[in-house]
């Protein structure tokens, strides 16, 4: 799958643009999302060049997938979403709304997040 790197979140990985890394670990990074939709928004982001979340399950290592859920899981315990509840959002392509040809897992929480899909 044709991957563009001239994305933000390649740039972010790569130190070509400032950001703050809330955590991290070996194949993923998480970050605050620059425009919350959400009291509490972050992004977890794999280091790997994945266009999406097919992408990333066809062709991520067993390791770069146990690392992306696990930073889910840390950031989650780390923010307090865990007992009140949260939503993780993947969007793909045109139909699903996707903006940065990189994969990033949205989560939200913080609040009511609302219904599922408008
Ligand atoms: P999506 O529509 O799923 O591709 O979501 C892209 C998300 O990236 C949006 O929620 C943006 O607010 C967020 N975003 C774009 N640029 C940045 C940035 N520099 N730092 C953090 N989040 C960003």
């Known amino acids: 799958m044709e991957y563009d790197k001239n994305n933000v979140f390649y740039k972010i990985i790569n130190k070509q643009i400032k950001a703050e890394i809330i955590a991290e670990n070996k194949n993923a ?54 007992e009140n509840g949260f939503r993780i959002i993947i969007n ?10 990189h994969l990033h897992v949205h989560i939200l929480g913080g609040e009511k997040v609302g219904k599922m899909c408008d």
Not at 36 to 49: A, D, F, M, Q, W
Not at 92 to 101: A, Y
Request: charged fraction near 25%; include cysteine.
């Open 29 to 82: 990074i998480a970050i605050k999302d620059i425009s919350p939709r959400k009291k509490v928004h972050l992004l977890v982001i794999p280091k790997g060049e994945y266009k999406n979340i097919f992408h990333f399950n066809k062709s991520a290592s067993k390791e770069e997938i146990f690392d992306l859920w696990n930073l889910v899981n840390e950031v989650c315990l780390k923010n307090q979403l865990v």
């Open 92 to 101: 793909q392509g045109e139909n699903g709304g996707q903006e940065v040809p």
